[in-house]
T-cell receptor
Framework: EDKVVQSPLSLVVHEGDTVTLNCSYE??????LLWYKQEKKAPTFLFML????IEKKSGRLSSILDKKELFSILNITATQTGDSAIYLC????????????FGKGTLLTVNP | DAGVIQSPRHEVTEMGQEVTLRCKPI?????LFWYRQTMMRGLELLIY????????DSGMPEDRFSAKMPNASFSTLKIQPSEPRDSAVYFC?????????????FGEGSRLTVL
């Protein structure tokens, strides 16, 4: 039973398009939700969200959390081929403050 | 900073052989994690060390898997004997503290293929 569900599993867009990636999660003592970008190698950290409704933004990427509906979205505007990657969502909840439960990721392909 | 360093980057072995994966965390980071990534199951936490002590090994699949952290700058993950279903990318990650999960710094992974 998946605790973190990401959608879509994969997505193909053209440069310049805007994309929205979704992440829904279960909650047992929710602490935070994190987004990572994984190109061919290691996942790299993008955002950590702890409060509902507060948008985190970095350049063309932004993310927001809805703790009532138990989901988060990651938006990428004006996509570039360099945005092609797997985007991973992870939840930290429960009794530990270190354990991250990852979703399976969304594979984004941006074509020129 | 050199980041988290893992070796080997790729390993191809035959079923039944012993496999040892190595990790050097970022200097000063006192938390170290081993993850396994497969298409079917995504990224899964195998074991977590804090200050060189194993805190949570509930993700270790079975007794064939073992991990050690003899000092603050080195950890190993051993599989003995290896099986084809162990084929995956194994990531080591570190972070400076315990308070919040925050940003994990991942190594580039060791891709293991067991034939």
């Amino acid at each position: 039973e998946d605790k973190v569900v990401q959608s879509p599993l994969s997505l193909v867009v053209h440069e310049g398009d805007t994309v929205t990636l979704n992440c829904s999660y279960e909650v047992t003592n929710f602490r935070s939700l994190l987004w990572y970008k994984q190109e061919k190698k290691a996942p790299t950290f993008l955002f950590m969200l702890t409060s509902s409704g507060i948008e985190k933004k970095s350049g063309r990427l932004s993310s927001i959390l809805d703790k009532k509906e138990l989901f988060s979205i990651l938006n990428i505007t004006a996509t570039q081929t360099g945005d092609s990657a797997i985007y991973l969502c992870a939840e930290n909840s429960g009794g530990s403050n270190y354990k991250l439960t990852f979703g399976k990721g969304t594979l984004l392909t941006v074509n020129p | 900073d050199a980041g988290v360093i893992q070796s080997p980057r790729h390993e191809v072995t035959e079923m039944g052989q012993e496999v040892t994966l190595r990790c050097k965390p970022i200097s000063g980071h006192n938390s170290l994690f081993w993850y396994r990534q497969t298409m079917m199951r995504g990224l899964e936490l195998l074991i977590y060390f804090n200050n060189n002590v194993p805190i949570d090994d509930s993700g270790m699949p079975e007794d064939r898997f073992s991990a050690k952290m003899p000092n603050a700058s080195f950890s190993t993950l051993k599989i003995q004997p290896s099986e084809p279903r162990d084929s995956a990318v194994y990531f080591c990650a570190s972070k400076p503290g315990l308070q919040k999960p925050g940003e994990l710094f991942f190594g580039e992974g060791s891709r293991l293929t067991v034939l």
